[in-house]
C-alpha cells in the first residue's frame, strides 16, 4: 500500500490530538484515556481507550495508536503485530542463548 499525503496529514493530526489527551493525565499512567485510531484510513475517528501508560509504551517504540483490525501506513506495525513479530522471532531462533 502506498501512502498518500492526505493519510500522512490524517496521521500526524491524529497523532497531535492524541499527545494532547496524554498530556490531560500527566501523572496519573493508570488512567484510561480516549484516544484516535491513528490508521491508515484518513475517514476513520475510531476511538481506542488505552491507559495513559499503556499509550506511553507503544509510543516509546514509535508504535502507531490503532483501533482493532485496522492497519497503519507501510513502515509501521500495530503493537499487537509487532509485538507477534518478536514472539515468531524469538520461538524460531530458540529464545535467548548465551555464549558459550
Known sequence: MTST????????????CNE???QSADGRPE????????CDRDSCCATVWLPAAEYD????????ILAAHHSALE???PLADALDALVTAWLQTGGLRTAA
Open 5 to 16: 499525503l492526505a493519510q500522512e496529514t490524517h496521521q500526524k493530526a491524529h497523532r497531535v
Open 20 to 22: 494532547a489527551v496524554r
Open 31 to 38: 488512567e484510561v484515556l480516549p484516544f484516535i485510531c491513528e
Open 57 to 64: 509504551y507503544a509510543r516509546g517504540y514509535a508504535l502507531p
Open 75 to 77: 513502515a509501521e506495525l
